[in-house]
């Protein structure tokens, strides 16, 4: 079982409840694409539907270490940040307040590129939830802004010639105008 | 943590779910950035539009509003040859002007035609307009408005005047249901025409759960009739009277009224009423019939009339200081039970707990199918002295039963028992069944 210096909070050392019942806990453990191992804790593995899918639908042994060829490292650590935090507010009746703080320091330090890497990995891991939220941080940060703007903090390239696009946004000017003083 | 220097590439998934929690502006403009985001915006399933703000006077805002982002966006989605399915359309306004009810009903057109699922129109009216002309100056919805309805199953509409859509006339063919596919309804601020309600939910043959809040109502009353209702809600309505007939799905209910004059409640038909809430703090009538068994809460300061049609089985939690009658009606079939009657006793308790929650009431009517069922031997009394009803205030009750006593013993009996339910009981009269009225007198 290797495990990479800088990344603590992957190790199986959540702020769990008590050692003993973390031993009891089966693991699962995964590779990411840069070769670093994380060993999950069962109920938090279990909300990643495409390891859920991977070891309860093919019954596969639990000693298998899946690869997961399309996630870094540091994603796999913030996405099991998340998921470890999702499960313990479960169990909490009044968690909403805890949450949306949880939510605001989650995503406080990623810029924009981290971002989508993030829900992208989300999208192919299959956490519905986490997805959803992320999608919401994204929309919020695109919400005012201008086309070129967005096109150039999401890479995204312009495949339309010229006169595509001169049709195009002629049929919508009012979309681009008055971006600040009108409504949305 | 690790930075990527190129932005990840974002599959079409990912980009309609960013779109769809977009305004619709800002999702327009977004099609703007490649011909994949393009694409997956002419896919997604919803419309919401929302003018936001607080509700000033801003009328120039307003007119931007309408002419640049809904005329405008309507005529880009004519444009699109390939109509597909609407999950849902909002529109929210919060400086309606009549004048804008052409738009409206376009917008309402076009979803209608692409067989939207939830529609949630909200047209405040604009402050100034509404000081000026009150409920006139709102949008009203007509029977044409709905006329490709078919797709809806979810309804929610605000401040709007809903006109009396029924189709007189329709004798021969039969009744077309404008809103067949329609789940859950609800009201807001909505202003109905007369008998506009009863019509309403009449055209919803599916519906299962109703809500009205802050509703007023052209003839002061509310009317539903609705057989397939599961579950129904008022709240702070402008309203005398609730009226709900036929409501034989019906099982959970709702009435809050602590602001206006809801005087009086007739539930008809209720056969599967599970649970019922109610405060009412004008309520002076209340009516229910055909319950089996319904666990109901009534807080009705006011009340002095509670009639009650049903069984046993049915819980009451009464707080209702002011009563003055009760009449209750108890179908339980005990004949079979109690003519060889010695066992354990079964129904007693719950008879015994049930009255109690009169306690307030001044005058009764009890009508049971034999004089048996009411009898709380001696042991039971002596054990169970200290949970007696109680019914100090009740001096007359008026007794009906299909099977009388007869003998002296059992006149005694009862006697006896109805004067432990009720130690300062001063007239008993047994009523005799009427048959030319058909009913007990």
Redo the contacts between chains.
Sequence with gaps: MSTSTDNNASITQESGPSAAVQDIQKKIVVRTADGEVFNLKEEVAMEIDIIKTFFQEDSISYETVMPLPNV???EM?KVIEYCTKHVELKHKVDGYKERKAFQALFVQ?L????L??L??TA?YLEVKYL??FL??A??EQ???K??DY??E????????NDEE?EQ??A??P?????LNN??? | ????T???H??D??IH???R??????A???????????GVLSSVPILDF????ENDNNLV?HR??VD??LK??LE?CK?EKQKQLLDKFRLCMTRYLSADATVVNEWLRYSMERSVKELDISLRVDKSYWLWGGLRSYYCLSRKALANANSITTLNLEYMRIKNISRFGSSTAKPIRLLPSLKAMSLKNVHFDTNALLYLTGECPSMESLSLTSCSFANFEICVSNSSLRSFGVKQCKAGEIRVYEAVNLESLTVVSSSFELESMIFRECYNLKYMNIFARHLKVFQLDGCYDVKATINAPKLCDFNFEGYLKSEFSLKAPKLWSASILLWDNWDGEFLNFDGPWKHLPRLRDFLGEFKATKGMTLLVSHFKALIFPKEFRETFSSSSPKLLNLKVLDLAMENAPTNMRDKKDLTNSLLWIAPTLQEINQLEYNEELEMYV
């Design positions: 870094e490292g540091w650590v330090n810029s924009t590129k981290s989508l890497a829900t992208n999208n997805l959803d999608c919401q994204v929309s695109i919400k005012n201008d086309v967005v096109r903090l999401f890479g995204v390239e312009n495949d339309f696009y195009v946004k049929e919508a009012w979309a681009h105008e008055n009108d409504l949305h | 943590m690790a930075i990527n190129v932005p990840p974002l599959p998934l990912v779910r960013i779109i929690l977009l305004p619709t502006k800002a327009v403009r977004m099609s703007f950035l490649s011909k994949q985001w393009e929302d003018e936001g703000d805002r931007k509003f640049n982002i405008r966006y880009l444009k």
